[in-house]
């Protein structure tokens, strides 16, 4: 590095909230900051620039966000103290929701823009840079944000691509609509283009995400293109030995996207479908579009294309109206389905959303003990589901070191967290593991594979 480089290098942290969209967003805010000489930083206390990627989907999203804007504060002040600067930054959800609001209660805030128009930073610095004040950018922009970010870096054997991002649904209790915006797909060219180079990069496995990602409508050469359409192409790539997406709805998996399952061997046997209820009276409250035997029979879908299928989910529990029979509701399709793993929340109401406006409110209490009887069902189906595993030889993607010397963790195909003893050289490849124990969040095992045909 020379002198000027050392001049010019400035430390970036990003503080991530929510979900993997937001992961992944990081990763490209990170990205497209790099040009003006910004690296990494391990905490926000070294740092030159700190984001907050917020989610506007956990409860009191905002208050977490105001909280850790006022531990910030001190920071920034004592950096400009010592003649430095701090430009400080709050992105995603909440910025999009609330950017006027963040502004006016912390007006040391410099940044305030919306999950559409980050690759616009590089702009938003320079004008903090060189005029100061405040830059608050949450419009929906005109030309697609994917068209303007630099390539994707390196991210690791297990990488996140966006497809596809908004949502028309419309569910009353959720914001992203009007965070999100409406659906866009990228193209299924420059989603191939980003997987190649993720792979060329070291990816075994990608993730394809979106708000709703089985929506997916790529505009391709030879006509739109769905999701059906787009893994068998992703997985032509050669090394790319994995693939998963997530957010799914159940109205859009058709016909095509479940016979992906039994015929693209590189399509993982598992799923997140969230019913977020079992009662039809509260899935039409939440203008779900589907009623809870619409949801069996998909899953029945599921399960005949591929039987050894996992699937995960979200519920919400204490929506507006919810009664004990409602509830019930749930617990009854949980049962039914066998969940390997799931999400679980009491409902709290969104600023903005049509169910926020509803009557008959749940109190607070009341979703509190739904909730912990709800959690203890999942818990149960989820070690049941991962007792099941033990004796069983699986194959397994070694991600990275583990706690303990010799030790290295990957996921099996149901996402499993698996931990063996196993030479460094295993990292990035797919191994048969038998597995010994089914510990409370991962799984124990042993490398089943012959010293002679270990890879070097």
């Known amino acids: 590095m020379t002198d000027r480089d050392k001049r010019l290098a400035k430390k970036l942290y990003i503080k991530t909230y929510g979900c993997q969209m937001n992961v992944y967003d990081s990763a490209r805010m990170s990205d497209v900051l790099k040009p003006l000489g910004y690296a990494p930083a391990a905490e926000a206390e070294d740092a030159d620039m700190v984001i907050l990627n917020t989610c506007h989907i956990r409860e009191k999203a905002a208050e977490k966000v105001y909280s850790e804007l006022g531990r910030l504060r001190p920071l920034k002040l004592r950096k400009s103290k010592t003649g430095g600067r701090m430009i400080l930054a709050v992105a995603g959800c909440v910025a999009q929701a609330e950017g006027a609001e963040i502004l006016a209660r912390a007006p040391y805030v410099d940044i305030v823009l919306g999950p559409q128009t980050y690759h616009r930073l590089p702009e938003m610095v320079a004008q903090v840079a060189r005029a100061g004040g405040h830059v608050l950018q949450t419009d929906f922009p005109a030309e697609a944000k994917f068209d303007f970010l630099p390539d994707a870096q390196p991210q690791g054997v297990s990488a996140f691509l966006s497809v596809q991002e908004g949502c028309d649904k419309f569910c009353t209790f959720c914001v992203v609509p009007y965070t999100r915006g409406a659906e866009f797909s990228r193209p299924p060219a420059a989603i191939l283009a980003e997987a190649e180079a993720l792979v060329a990069q070291g990816a075994r496995e990608i993730t394809l995400l979106g708000q709703n990602v089985n929506a997916y409508r790529g505009a391709g050469s030879d006509g739109p293109w769905g999701l059906a359409q787009l893994i068998p192409a992703l997985a032509e790539i050669p090394g790319l030995l994995r693939l998963r997406y997530t957010t799914s709805h159940p109205l859009d998996m058709d016909d095509a996207l479940v016979a992906c399952h039994r015929d693209v061997p590189q399509l993982m046997p598992f799923l997140h479908l969230p019913a977020q209820s079992g009662s039809d009276k509260v899935l039409a409250a939440m203008n779900r579009r589907h009623r809870a035997d619409d949801y069996r029979l998909t899953v029945e879908r599921l399960r005949r294309a591929r039987p050894d299928i996992a699937l995960s989910s979200d519920f919400i529990v204490g929506f507006p ?52 009887r709800l959690q203890a069902l999942l818990g149960d189906a989820q070690r049941n589901f991962n007792a099941r595993a033990v004796g069983r030889t699986m194959p397994v993607l070694f991600e990275k070191r583990g706690r303990h010397p010799g030790q290295l963790v990957g996921r099996s195909p149901y996402l499993q967290p698996v931990h063996a003893s196993a030479p460094a050289r295993l990292l990035g490849a797919v191994v048969p593991v038998r597995i010994a124990a089914a510990l409370p969040n991962s799984l124990a095992g042993e490398v089943v594979l012959a010293a002679e045909s270990v890879p070097s």
């Open 321 to 372: 109206g919810e009664s004990e029979a409602d509830f019930r509701a749930t617990l009854d399709l949980v049962a039914a389905i066998g969940y390997a793993q799931a999400f679980s929340f009491k409902y709290s109401a969104r600023p903005g959303t049509p169910a926020a406006l509803l009557p008959d409110q749940v109190p607070d209490a009341v979703k509190s003990e739904r909730l912990q």
